[in-house]
């Protein structure tokens, strides 16, 4: 009998079995019928309406407790944002929480973020265990799917079963899955590193220079420069080496050092040339570098240059830089010295700068946008709850409150397709009615492992996900790691000589930034859900094949009664769901530490902060990344191996499937005849298997069970019992 029976008869013309098993059009039913069924549907407590008030139990009490959860982060972040806003050093859309040591700047980094992280994971599992609950339909939603052959998923978050949800559920749903996308793209650039690298000014001199206490300067300027300035220079530099400021390097050293993207510890730099190659040049370089012929010890100068290739290639007469870099490194190789210019480098003076300056910073902006979706997602958890909590009726939460409900209350629209399995129903076989089925023979399967439990095309599809997010990670390290000693930095070093963003400088680059290296998170999460689903339907066929034992089990329900057990965490046992979310956490965090934002702030060749050249760009971690990529390695043969494994018994696999639930709990018409009897058959103990032998078939169970054989009927039937019955056997017959 329908939930709704006046509802179901206009839905579509309902075919009830008579008692000689035929199918006849049903009559409408009296006014006394109605009113029985709608007394049986009030008083049943799973999957039905029920006129009593809610229990603060099950989903109910599991959807405020993350309600409070979501409370708790605001409150965090709120705190966090109003101290940033009045109590911190301001420096334009900036906060400085400490200035110091690049050490501690870095360790309190990763402590920062490792915090985002689970406030995060917090966060987004509250919003995905309140949108899954959201998903779940009820009975009457089921119902009105059923009755127009459309099957809904159970157990599983699912796009598909929307379109049969109730509007405000709808509603809510989306809007707890757009108020996510802003804190995946944003929570982790909220706090991120400045650091403080240095240009460099540049003397080329004569071993002479090293000695001199009165320098003479070439009257050769280039640019804007005078010869007061390159004077000026000359001397600084000079004063500074004579300071003992400036340690020897060997030209191997020197190159490396001076070739980087930045340079923390060091600054400006001298050249001392061979005395035996005379100069060939006289004149200005595309960057300023000014070289003369003239005899005096300072052959060359240049200020506030850039580390890095370019430079170097382009006052090295070769404009492509991969050429100088392999041309001078071969030299390096060969006799220890290299060539600049038509000059041969004999030595190298380093001015050192002692430990690196950096400042742990917070963007105020950004963190402002997590507290405004944050208040978002927290008022739509609070309105579900409250909803939800006004609900008359349960929810299909897991796939026991859906077999409680249809077992209590039949669906007729499933009626006679017993061993309708996942792949049957995506043949069609629902749609064809039961006395015009040619074979209803069960055919007993191979056996059947666990990655059985979806679609060949779904599994794979999410492996494929999981899979393009692990060759991603192997390109981003390839990228970042041209040496393998990269890899063999320590773990939570950032690497800024490492850099993928552009256009730094500008608000649209700042923000193209901060979306690429957050890119990865979001893509985290996506690759996660299905990933995560993969191991619930899997959970769920392992659990479900059970019920095919001998050993009678009871269901498992968010609101147990009777001798029904409680659920897990929604449809996944505690010993995956912690694991799981552990390993969830663990990626977000090593992925924060892996690409990230990082402020670059430039002195010049004096120590003055040049605050027109910092930019906000992209920094790559390389220990972090191959980190991140072992343990998505390990995550993916994990479900691999997981997949393999057996299922203990032949019992058709549902799926998830609503429609393939429904018809394996339609009871035998001979085993249970009253709906009284049937009432409380949820409650107990269960098995699946023969409830009704087929025609002329030895029942081995009769002096157990308390049914007899149809003789009327060649097909027998499947469904769930408090007895100990049979499993269906190869050949016969089973509708």
Known sequence: MSSDPERDLELRPLKMKSIDGAFSQPTKPSAFTLFRSRAKYARLGSGNVTQQKPAFRGWRKSVVAVTCI???????????????????????????????????????????????????VLLLGASNYTMQCLNSPTRKETDSAHAQYKSLDIGISSLANLKYLRPWKVVLWFLLCLSSLPLHLFWNSTIFSTKFSNFFDLVIASPDFLEDSNLTVPNVTCG?????????LTSRVHDGYRANNYTRLTPSQCFH???????????NLILVVSPQKGVNF???????????????????????????????????????STLLL??????????GTWHFGGLEI????????????????????????????????????????????????????TTGDAVASFIECQDPYTEGHCLMDRVSLGRGEWRTPPETRQDKRYNRKPVKRLYSATSALRYWTSMGFCCAYFIAGIVLLTQISSEFEGLLDAFGTKNTDNQLGRDGQSTKGTIINALISNSFQLALSATYFVYNSLYTAQCGATEWSKFASPELRTLRLTYPRGQQRSTYYLQLPWRFAIPLTSALALMHFLISQSIFLVRLQYRDGQGNLMRDRGILDIGCSASATLTTVCVGAAMILTQLINATRKLENHMPIHGNRSAVISAMCCLATKGHPSDEADS???????????????????????SNTG?????????????????????????????
Request: net charge negative.
């Open 70 to 120: 979501a409370w708790a982060v605001l409150l965090i972040n709120l705190t966090f944002g109003l101290i940033a806003t009045t109590r911190l050093n301001t420096q334009g859309g900036l906060r400085t929480i400490y200035e110091g040591d690049c050490d501690v700047v870095s360790r309190s980094d990763t402590v920062l973020h490792l915090f985002i992280n689970l406030l995060g």
């Open 224 to 232: 804007d420069s005078s010869h007061e300035d390159i004077t000026s």
């Open 257 to 267: 050092d001076y070739t980087g993207k930045n340079l923390f510890n060091r600054r």
């Open 282 to 320: 006289s004149g200005c370089f595309d960057s300023g570098l000014q070289i003369s012929q003239e005899g005096s010890s300072v052959i060359g100068s240049s200020t506030n240059n850039v580390p890095g290739t370019e430079w170097w290639a382009i006052n090295g007469w070769v404009q492509n």
């Open 326 to 335: 392999e041309s001078i490194e071969g030299q390096l190789a060969e006799n």
């Open 346 to 397: 004999e030595e190298c003076y380093s001015e050192t700068r002692g430990a690196a300056h950096c400042q742990l910073q917070i963007a105020l902006p950004l963190i402002w946008v997590v507290v405004a979706c944050n208040i978002v997602k927290v008022m739509c958890l609070s309105l579900t709850a409250y909803f939800l909590w006004d609900l008359n009726e349960p929810i299909f939460a």
């Open 680 to 702: 409380g058959i949820s409650l107990k103990p269960l098995m699946w298997g023969v409830t009704q032998q087929p025609r002329n078939v030895q029942d081995p169970f009769a």
């Open 707 to 735: 049914y007899s054989i149809d003789q009327n009927n060649a097909s027998g039937h499947c469904s769930f019992t408090d007895q100990t019955v049979p499993l269906p056997e190869l050949g016969n017959a089973y509708e």
